[in-house]
């Protein structure tokens, strides 16, 4: 694994599993992510870009329609408990 410390980027794209970014600044970046190990330690995440792959994209995909489908199912400005199942 390819590790950056104390960098700062721009305008670039990674591949998350494939760096480590310690006490970095990334700005205006192009972050693909496949759902593998990656690791961000202190860092600052600017106007950046995610492209979900992969397992990653099924399930951004799923937490989606999963919202949406709370967002339907629930009243205007009904707090749902924890715990609680929405159909």
């Avoid at 590790?3 to 980027?9: G, L």
């Avoid at 990334?26 to 330690?41: A, E, H, I, K, R």
């Avoid at 994209?57 to 707090?79: E, H, R, V, W």
Wanted: hydrophobic share 30%; net charge neutral.
């Amino acid at each position: 694994m390819e590790t950056h410390r104390n960098q700062k980027f721009q305008g670039k794209s990674f591949v998350l599993e494939e760096v480590a970014f310690i006490n970095c600044t990334l700005t205006d970046c192009d972050l693909y992510y496949s759902g593998g190990d990656f690791d961000l330690v202190n860092t600052k995440i600017d106007a950046c870009r995610f492209h979900w792959r992969g397992h990653a994209k099924n399930t951004a995909t799923l937490m989606q329609m999963m919202q949406m489908s709370a967002q339907q199912t629930t009243p205007p400005g009904f707090q749902t408990p924890p715990g609680t199942r929405l159909n």
